[in-house]
């Protein structure tokens, strides 16, 4: 963690609780959460599939009741010209204490040809951000920073940084005026180096049908997953909020995201179950053929056993009694489940947990085979 990030995060954290709490229960309705920014945050109709923004997807994250998403983020604009248009005055009309500003700019500011646009990010960039801040806070609300949101732009299997002066600008503002930060540009670009190349244009606005290949906007799968970025990183600053959640937010990936799998003493696997079915009869007793699916019996340190198995016609698995926990779920078929002396009527979308020290048999019914997954530990204790 950097010197910025660990002044930051204990900071932010009092800057939003400092506007939380019993106060804001006095105001009437939610909080709202006012989102300042650009495309990459605006809000798209289904015309424009399938692009879709993060602040369009953010009040899929929060309750209702608690929290209210007003999105005011407009395509192509800047921290400057989102002003100059006079975009901040809807929002400073509104805003009151208690509610919450998100401010992301960047990706228009860099654009150097465009004067009504460009911001130079040493000065001109966080100058800009800071009418955001005070307006945030002359009206008791929070203001948090947001760094602008990676850019899809691979160069030769490296993930290069597109906004690097701007994403260190707002860094550097956040920790001199004391402004909570979500550095969305560090998590997204985590998020997208361990994607991949391939992988990661799932996530943006790619229609190769339609000759589209959007490096900058996203899919609705990923709009979604960054504005989890943006929630997550929200409660880590401010744990409370996580009461007001409604979805989890263990998404996104670490730095260390890749050299983790290059470390990997096992690595994963993806396999087909036509490689491994083994013709077999009744388990424990039990009458007829049937086929077993021993899924990964070989990989090294797994902690459960996953197995399928198909009990052809006639076929059963035999009366015994347990000594571990074991989970049978019908994908298909139908079947006749004994469980402690109690016979079930099984189908698929059936599910049996049998705990130790119960007795369990299953027998295939009908002409359709029954086709069970099974799942237990792989050793007892």
């Given at each position: 963690?950097?010197?910025?990030?660990?002044?930051?995060?204990?900071?932010?954290?009092?800057?939003?609780?400092?506007?939380?709490?019993?106060?804001?229960?006095?105001?009437?309705?939610?909080?709202?959460?006012?989102?300042?920014?650009d495309?990459t945050a605006?809000?798209?109709?289904?015309?424009?599939a399938?692009?879709?923004?993060?602040?369009?997807?953010l009040?899929?994250?929060?309750?209702?009741?608690?929290?209210?998403?007003?999105?005011?983020?407009?395509?192509?604009r800047?921290?400057?010209?989102?002003?100059?248009?006079?975009r901040?005055?809807?929002?400073?009309?509104?805003?009151?204490?208690?509610?919450?500003?998100?401010?992301?700019?960047?990706?228009?500011?860099?654009?150097?040809?465009d004067?009504?646009?460009?911001?130079?990010?040493?000065?001109?960039?966080?100058?800009?951000?800071m009418?955001?801040v005070?307006?945030?806070?002359?009206?008791?609300?929070t203001?948090?920073?947001?760094?602008?949101?990676?850019?899809?732009?691979?160069?030769f299997?490296?993930?290069?940084?597109?906004?690097a002066?701007?994403?260190?600008?707002?860094?550097?503002?956040?920790?001199?005026?004391?402004?909570?930060?979500?550095?969305?540009?560090?998590?997204?670009?985590?998020?997208?180096?361990?994607?991949?190349d391939?992988?990661?244009?799932?996530y943006?606005?790619h229609?190769?049908?339609?000759?589209?290949?959007?490096?900058?906007?996203?899919?609705?799968?990923?709009?979604t997953?960054?504005?989890?970025?943006?929630?997550?990183d929200?409660?880590?600053?401010?744990?409370?909020?996580?009461?007001h959640?409604?979805r989890?937010?263990?998404?996104?990936?670490?730095?260390?995201?890749?050299?983790?799998?290059?470390?990997?003493?096992?690595?994963?696997?993806v396999?087909?179950?036509?490689?491994?079915?083994?013709?077999?009869?009744?388990?424990?007793?039990g009458?007829g053929?049937?086929?077993?699916?021993?899924?990964?019996?070989?990989?090294?340190?797994l902690?459960f056993?996953?197995?399928?198995?198909?009990?052809?016609?006639?076929?059963?698995?035999?009366?015994h009694?347990?000594?571990?926990?074991?989970?049978?779920?019908?994908?298909?078929?139908?079947?006749?489940?004994?469980?402690?002396?109690?016979v079930?009527?099984?189908?698929?979308?059936?599910?049996?947990?049998?705990?130790?020290?119960?007795?369990?048999?299953?027998?295939?019914?009908?002409?359709?085979?029954?086709?069970?997954?099974?799942?237990?530990?792989?050793?007892?204790?």
């Open positions: 963690m950097s010197l910025i990030h660990a002044f930051i995060r204990p900071l932010g954290l009092a800057l939003l609780l400092a506007c939380a709490g019993t106060a804001i229960a006095a105001e009437a309705g939610p909080r709202r959460v006012f989102v300042a920014s495309s605006a809000e798209y109709g289904p015309e424009r399938p692009r879709q923004g993060w602040g369009q997807q009040q899929g994250f929060l309750d209702p009741v608690a929290f209210e998403v007003r999105n005011h983020a407009a395509g192509g800047s921290a400057r010209s989102f002003i100059e248009e006079g901040l005055e809807p929002i400073a009309r509104e805003l009151r204490k208690g509610d919450v500003l998100l401010v992301q700019f960047g990706h228009n500011d860099a654009k150097y040809e004067p009504r646009r460009y911001n130079e990010p040493a000065q001109a960039y966080p100058q800009w951000l009418r955001y005070a307006l945030a806070r002359e009206r008791g609300a203001p948090v920073l947001v760094t602008p949101v990676t850019r899809r732009v691979w160069d299997g490296s993930l290069l940084d597109t906004h002066r701007y994403t260190d600008a707002v860094r550097a503002l956040a920790a001199r005026e004391r402004v909570a930060l979500i550095d969305l540009n560090a998590s997204s670009t985590d998020w997208i180096r361990a994607l991949g391939e992988a990661s244009k799932a943006y606005a229609v190769p049908e339609r000759g589209v290949a959007d490096d900058t906007h996203f899919s609705a799968a990923g709009a997953l960054v504005a989890c970025l943006v929630v997550r929200w409660k880590a600053l401010d744990p409370s909020l996580s009461a959640v409604v989890d937010t263990d998404c996104g990936a670490p730095a260390s995201a890749r050299a983790d799998q290059a470390a990997q003493a096992n690595p994963s696997q396999v087909h179950e036509a490689d491994f079915a083994r013709p077999q009869p009744g388990p424990h007793g009458a053929t049937t086929t077993a699916f021993p899924l990964f019996a070989d990989a090294p340190g902690g056993v996953l197995r399928k198995r198909v009990l052809h016609k006639g076929a059963g698995i035999g009366l009694q347990h000594h571990k926990d074991e989970i049978y779920y019908v994908l298909s078929g139908r079947g006749r489940y004994v469980l402690d002396g109690q079930h009527e099984v189908s698929a979308g059936h599910a049996m947990l049998t705990r130790p020290g119960s007795t369990h048999a299953i027998e295939q019914q009908g002409d359709e085979d029954l086709v069970l997954l099974i799942a237990y530990p792989a050793s007892t204790r």
